[in-house]
Structures are given as C-alpha cells and as structure tokens.
C-alpha cells in the first residue's frame, strides 16, 4: 500500500527561497516603476539647445523626451545684436512633420515653402533684437516610441547661419 503523506512532492528548502525571492524582486519592480514615474523620471522633458555665430544667437527649446498625444514645447529664439533688416528664415527638416502635429504659430511665418527634405519658413523681422517663435505642437497620435534626430537652421541671406541638431524621444 502506497504512504498517504502530503509531503512527498514539496520541492524542498532552496527552491522555497528562490520562490520568495522572485516574488519580492517582483514586487519590488511593481513598486519601483509607479515610483520612479511619480517622481518625474519617465514623464516628459524638455531640453535648451543654443548655437552663436558672430553677432547672432539661436537657442531652440524643444521636448527631448515626449509621449505619443501629448502637447510638445517648441520655441526659437533668434537674437541678432545688429537687429534685423530683413526677413528671418528658419529651416526644418521635412521629417519632423511626420513625428509632430504642428497646430499654430506664433507669430505666423509670411511664407512657408517646402524644398526637397526642408520645409523653409520665413518670418518678417522683429521690431528690435530678438525674434521669439512658439510652436503649438503635439507628438502625432500613432507614434509608439523611438528615438529621432533632427536639425534646424536659420539662414540669412540664403546662407545657413545657425544650425542646430536636436533629439527627441517618443516613449510609449
């Protein structure tokens, strides 16, 4: 006659402590994640890029990690201790467009013209030293994640001036 003992099939003291183990490790993670979001460390951030050549300076504040939906900070700041005599030409790789929604400017370009993989966009010149640009933008809705890099220039006279490259994380 076979033994009725309920023992026979425990693993035994080692295995136990590895179960235990990899419980609290999993717990630990569960807690750790919603932690580390609280705290601002996976949330959305923005990032100051500044270029400077001769008399003028381009600073271009931008979201460097974003979500998918969700509103995107865009600013160009273009200062010129000279002023300004004629119109401010600001220059985009075509590529951003299919990552961001751009839903209003201000102030709004006097012309937009798209050249090849650019968009060129020109903007009458400011009263005083400084042209401040804003971008209303949100991440496109069907982006997952990923990692872009992309570039922005300003042109005077036709001729790239000012440039600067930027990148922008898209989490899910």
Same mark, same amino acid.
């Not at 966009?121 to 009263?127: C, H, V």
């Given at each position: 006659m076979e033994s009725?003992?309920?023992?026979?099939?425990?693993?035994?003291?080692?295995?136990?402590?590895?179960?235990?183990?990899?419980?609290?490790?999993?717990l630990g993670i569960l807690i750790l994640l919603p932690a580390l979001s609280f705290l601002g460390i996976y949330g959305p951030s923005e990032r100051t890029e500044a270029t400077q050549d001769g008399p003028m300076k381009l600073n271009l504040t931008y979201g460097s990690v974003v979500r998918s939906? @969700?509103?995107? %900070?865009m600013e160009i700041t273009v200062t010129s201790t000279e002023g300004f005599e004629g119109p401010v030409t600001v220059v985009f790789e075509k590529e951003v467009f299919d990552r961001f929604d751009f839903q209003n400017w201000f102030p709004n370009p006097s012309s937009e013209v798209g050249e090849g993989a650019f968009v060129v966009? @020109?903007?009458? %010149?400011?009263?005083g030293d400084v042209l401040d640009v804003s971008l209303d933008a949100r991440v496109a809705p069907t982006q997952w994640g990923g990692r872009d890099e992309y570039a922005l220039w300003v042109e005077v006279d036709g001729q790239p001036t000012l440039r600067t490259d930027y990148t922008v994380w898209v989490i899910p």
């Open positions: 009725a003992s309920t023992l026979r099939d425990l693993k035994g003291l080692e295995t136990a402590r590895r179960g235990r183990l990899g419980r609290r490790a999993g939906g @969700e509103a995107v %900070p966009y @020109e903007f009458d %010149p400011p009263e």
